[in-house]
Nanobody
Framework: EVQLVESGGGLVQPGGSLRLSCAAS????????MNWVRQAPGKGLDWVSV????????SYADSVKGRFTISRDNAKNTLYLQMNSLKPEDTAVYYC?????????WGQGTQVTVSS
């Protein structure tokens, strides 16, 4: 079955950095674009970033552009999100997702808290 497992979240001070990972299994990872999406406490889902199947094309939400970098290692079936210059407003549960046909698959999420 399709499975996405996020890791790497935690508590970090403003201005700090974290690297999130998303381990994928159950599908041909290298054939699909992957997304990061986040949900702040009490808020809706916000798209963060997308990367194409080969890893050469990326896009970012304006709120994270210049601070976050999405990447992937297709040999390891793993998606990454490098987060630098973190701000309190980046506090959220971060999810990776993928669309396979008409179905959208989500991981369980990993909590990122940015606080002094």
């Amino acid at each position: 079955e399709v499975q996405l497992v996020e890791s790497g979240g935690g508590l970090v001070q403003p201005g700090g950095s974290l690297r999130l990972s998303c381990a994928a299994s159950g599908f041909t990872f290298s054939s699909y674009p992957m997304n990061w999406v986040r949900q702040a406490p009490g808020k809706g889902l916000d798209w963060v970033s997308v990367i194409n199947s080969g890893g050469g094309i990326t896009s970012y939400a304006d709120s994270v552009k210049g601070r976050f970098t999405i990447s992937r290692d297709n040999a390891k079936n793993t998606l990454y999100l490098q987060m630098n210059s973190l701000k309190p407003e980046d506090t959220a549960v971060y999810y990776c997702n993928a669309r396979l046909g008409i179905a959208i698959y989500w991981g369980q999420g990993t909590q990122v808290t940015v606080s002094s």
